[in-house]
């Protein structure tokens, strides 16, 4: 059974870099694709990104110009950049393991981590 | 952009039936997914692919999609199924959620 664990600061100051990491556990990170989710207090949830085992991503267009997901296939770990940070990237930052297929399409989050909150202040 | 797009609260009587909507254009051309976010707690899979429940999911919870409108429902709600309830679709290389529904079995 796979298991996803977030951890990175829990504040952040204004125009800063958040950064975080997600650990996978119980399985091997290659062969499936990896999201970065939040949720700011009191809203919806946004999808940030993924990654692929090759290292392709694709990013939520209102986000793409400040998020960056990396992969370290060597530690089983997946990372988040989100640069130039405002109080709106206040949220809990959740990671996600998905299932996609190809024909036809489909992409879906099936297992998540507990998230971890976020707070950008000075 | 495409927009999905989801009632703010359903209410269901302890025992009886729950139907929760998302809605967005032709949403029936393109597969559903569900996910119940208890308060606290991370998201949690419930229906993917319009009908398909993960392993552990009671078979209480069913969905449907079809049109403009694709329905999660809860049979015999109790109260553990209280709860925000989230839907999501792929659309133009991009994740989109509906904003959320939360239950509440009275």
């Known amino acids: ?31 499936y694709y990896w999201s970065w989710i939040r949720q700011p207090p009191g809203k919806g949830l946004e999808w940030i990104g993924y990654i692929f085992q090759s290292g392709s991503t694709k990013y939520n ?38 299932r996609v297929g190809l024909a036809p399409f489909y992409f879906y989050m099936d297992v998540w981590g507990k998230g971890t909150t976020v707070t950008v202040s000075s | 952009s495409y927009e999905v797009t989801q009632s703010l609260s359903v209410s269901v009587a302890l025992g009886q039936t729950a139907r929760i909507t998302c809605g967005g254009d032709n949403i029936g051309s393109k597969n559903v997914h569900w996910y119940q976010q208890r308060p606290g707690q991370a998201p949690v899979l419930v229906i993917y692919r319009d009908t398909n429940r993960p392993s552990g999911i009671p078979d209480r919870f069913s969905g449907s999609n079809s049109g403009n409108t694709a329905t999660l429902t809860i049979s015999r709600a109790q109260a553990g199924d209280e709860a925000d309830y989230h839907c999501h679709v792929w659309d133009s290389s991009t994740v989109v959620f509906g904003g959320g529904t939360t239950l509440t079995v009275l």
């Open chain 1, 1 to 31: 059974q796979v298991q996803l664990q977030e951890s990175g600061p829990g504040l952040v100051k204004p125009s800063e870099t958040l950064s975080l990491t997600c650990t996978v556990s119980g399985g091997p990170i290659n062969n």
């Open chain 1, 61 to 98: 267009p209102s986000l793409k110009s400040r998020v960056t997901i990396l992969l370290d296939t060597s530690k089983n770990q997946f990372s988040l950049k989100l640069s130039s940070v405002t109080a709106a990237d206040t949220a809990v930052y959740y990671c996600a393991k998905n």
